[in-house]
């Protein structure tokens, strides 16, 4: 009994040092060389700054900004600790409610009487999607335009630039990345 206890405890002590030790060091040190911005959060720096992360949705409010998809995290907007969807079927009222805050929020800032885009109104899976269509971005052009007091045509270039094709020309839909379109902008307006 004794050689069995010490056997098991040889052999739970190898395997901690080898899986929550060795094992993890080798994969981050291969991950930070083959893969370095992935390994550390693909973090999007402005100057010397963190502006956020590619993967990772912001809070944009004010009218000069494109505004992302809603996040479903609760308290905090955008909380990537908190990541899930809200859960909420197509008749629950508080997607309804959701819903309809958010579309007269678009409606106050100024956005025209187009169709709204459903990922505008519409939270993720995770709650937490950076992206939003480029349809969402043509519906906010003409605000954002007014606000910055740019041509329509020039925020659209802007859109266009910062547009991400299907990955590998076959999966998923194009997107914009919200985070990276308003900081063009905000180059764009610098410049």
Known sequence: MFQ???TATLILIAMT???????PLVVTA??????????????IRQGEQFAGSDLVGQSFSRPDYFWGRLSATAPVPYNAAASSGSNFGPLHPG?????????SAL???????????VDLVTASASGLDPHISP??????????????????EAVR???????????????????VNV?????????RKSN
């Open 4 to 6: 069995q206890l010490r």
């Open 157 to 175: 270039d802007v859109v266009r630039q910062s547009t991400a094709g299907r990955q590998l020309g076959v999966l998923g839909e194009p997107r």
């Open 179 to 187: 985070l990276r379109l308003n900081l063009a902008l905000d180059q």
């Open 107 to 117: 409606k106050a800032a100024g956005s025209t009487g187009k169709s709204i885009p």
């Open 95 to 103: 997607l309804k409610a959701a819903t309809e805050a958010r579309i």
């Open 17 to 23: 040092i080898l899986t929550g030790g060795i094992y």
């Open 30 to 43: 291969i991950a930070q060389v083959v893969f370095p911005s992935a390994a550390n959060g693909s973090l």
């Open 135 to 152: 349809a969402s971005a043509e519906f906010q052009v003409p605000r954002i335009a007014a606000s910055r007091k740019m041509s329509e």
